[in-house]
């Protein structure tokens, strides 16, 4: 991984605003696209926890995303995320995904050739840079949860919207 130093400036009025961060560029094998400006960093060192037909958890050192099958709305799924920042203090919350955007967040159908999705107070993705429920300002203490999607979450995702259709037939029939 390359870290590079961009730096951002607009004029306005007389004034002139300069922004620089650090951006960080994959290198040839994973991808040359940068991160977004409201992606943590943090997010590349999201992983896949526990998974199987009922939910997928996603850790990192100071975040969890956990991907529940209702119990009560069979193609609906409870997101929830955990955040922990310094002090004690930590950020969380819960929304209700239905399959089509659990499938839209992770790129399961379409891939990440299409580029950017959204759903408003659910998620925000570029890429394989997702952030959930929204984006943020890409540093610490933001009320939400930013990760890189690898091939093997995604086929995690896969499988648990996989195993939610099945549910479904099971019971109609």
Known sequence: MLTFLLVLSSVTGSSRNVLSRSVQMRTAKETTTRHPIWFHPRGDT???GEANSSHVTIEGPAAELKITSSASRILDFDVEWNIRH?????SSGV?????????????VTRG????AS???SHFIRFGRFLN????GTSMDGDPNISIFITDEIQKAIRDLLEAATKRMSTQAT
């Open 46 to 48: 999201m992983k896949l």
């Open 86 to 90: 310094e002090n004690y203090e930590s």
């Open 95 to 107: 929304r209700i995904f239905c399959s089509t955007e659990i499938d839209s967040a992770f790129g």
């Open 112 to 115: 990440f050739e299409d580029g």
């Open 118 to 120: 959204h759903q408003n």
């Open 132 to 135: 959930v429920p929204c984006q």
